[in-house]
């Protein structure tokens, strides 16, 4: 990477950001409430007794909402400041380790369920995460990813008329992997956009199998009228999908 382009360190800017995520996620994520947990705990499925790992849990809140649904699940993040948040909000049932999804400090087949949720766009090597992700999985054991829709990461934004009405998405440089600086509400981390079929390249290299594939809209749709939410009726911000390891 071009310095210029990785203004942020190692770790993306997290660490300097992760008071401002803290702020951020405990006043509500609409992202997440309103859009990615329905779809995400659908398909995690009947997740009782399943060793669960997720893969960049931040403050721990799918991790969370997993365990009180039976699961046990560790939760690891590179980031020291927000697994301390995570601890400081679980009562006991859930662990969780600091690390690198690039290098997972885990056995071989030791998960039933690994989950990315919003987190593999952070990850600067994410075929190695998605290889360690298959690795740590037992056979048959599933990977759920949640991500930035490659369209809407190539744009980055939208074009907005005079009035900051949306007018359409200036996709570009779409089939280019590269970094994205981002900055919002105190928050300044490293994202990358990757053209769809470099990620679904790594997951078949992976020895994993498609199961599903979504680009969800908001089940309730009188979200439509609320400026807030109308891009997630226009075009995908975000996709999910469900892999399985052979
Ligand atoms: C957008 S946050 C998502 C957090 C959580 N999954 C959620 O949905 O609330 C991305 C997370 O990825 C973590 N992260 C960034 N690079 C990482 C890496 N290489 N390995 C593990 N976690 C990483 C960050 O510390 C941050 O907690």
Same mark, same amino acid.
Request: hydrophobic residues 40%.
């Given at each position: 990477?071009?310095?210029?382009?990785?203004?942020?360190?190692?770790?993306?800017?997290? *660490? =300097?950001?992760?008071?401002?995520?803290?702020? %951020?996620?405990? +006043? /509500? !994520?609409? $992202? *997440? =409430?309103?859009?990615?947990?329905?779809?995400? %705990?659908?398909? +995690? /499925? !009947?997740? $009782?007794?399943?060793?669960?790992?997720?893969?960049?849990?931040?403050?721990?809140?799918?991790?969370?909402?997993?365990?009180?649904?039976?699961?046990?699940?560790?939760?690891?993040?590179?980031?020291?400041?927000?697994?301390?948040?995570?601890?400081?909000?679980?009562?006991?049932?859930?662990?969780?380790?600091?690390?690198?999804?690039?290098?997972?400090?885990?056995?071989?087949?030791?998960?039933?369920?690994?989950?990315?949720?919003?987190?593999?766009?952070?990850?600067?090597?994410?075929?190695?995460?998605?290889?360690?992700?298959?690795?740590?999985?037992?056979?048959?054991?599933?990977?759920?990813?949640?991500?930035?829709?490659?369209?809407?990461?190539?744009?980055?934004?939208?074009?907005?008329?005079?009035?900051?009405?949306?007018?359409?998405?200036?996709?570009?440089?779409?089939?280019?992997?590269?970094?994205?600086?981002?900055?919002?509400?105190?928050?300044?981390?490293?994202?990358?956009?990757?053209?769809?079929?470099?990620?679904?390249?790594?997951?078949?290299?992976?020895?994993?199998?498609?199961?599903?594939?979504?680009?969800?809209?908001?089940?309730?749709?009188?979200?439509?009228?609320?400026?807030?939410?109308?891009?997630?009726?226009?075009?995908?911000?975000?996709?999910?999908?469900?892999?399985?390891?052979?």
């Amino acid at each position: 990477l071009n310095p210029k382009e990785q203004p942020l360190g190692p770790d993306g800017g997290w *660490r =300097e950001s992760a008071g401002a995520w803290l702020k %951020l996620i405990e +006043a /509500g !994520d609409p $992202s *997440r =409430e309103l859009l990615l947990d329905p779809f995400m %705990l659908t398909a +995690a /499925g !009947d997740v $009782s007794g399943l060793r669960v790992l997720d893969v960049g849990c931040g403050e721990g809140r799918f991790c969370r909402l997993l365990t009180v649904r039976g699961a046990k699940c560790v939760g690891l993040d590179l980031t020291r400041e927000l697994l301390t948040a995570a601890r400081a909000k679980t009562d006991g049932r859930e662990a969780y380790v600091l690390g690198s999804g690039e290098t997972l400090p885990f056995r071989d087949a030791s998960f039933d369920l690994v989950v990315l949720y919003l987190s593999l766009i952070d990850i600067a090597d994410f075929r190695s995460a998605i290889g360690e992700a298959a690795r740590v999985l037992r056979r048959g054991g599933r990977l759920l990813v949640a991500g930035f829709s490659a369209v809407a990461s190539a744009a980055n934004g939208w074009v907005r008329d005079e009035s900051g009405r949306r007018l359409h998405m200036p996709v570009d440089r779409y089939l280019e992997e590269r970094p994205l600086l981002l900055e919002w509400s105190g928050i300044r981390i490293l994202n990358w956009h990757r053209p769809l079929s470099a990620y679904f390249e790594a997951y078949l290299g992976a020895g994993l199998k498609l199961l599903k594939y979504v680009e969800p809209m908001p089940a309730d749709p009188s979200l439509k009228d609320d400026p807030r939410f109308e891009d997630w009726f226009r075009v995908p911000n975000f996709d999910l999908s469900v892999w399985q390891k052979e």
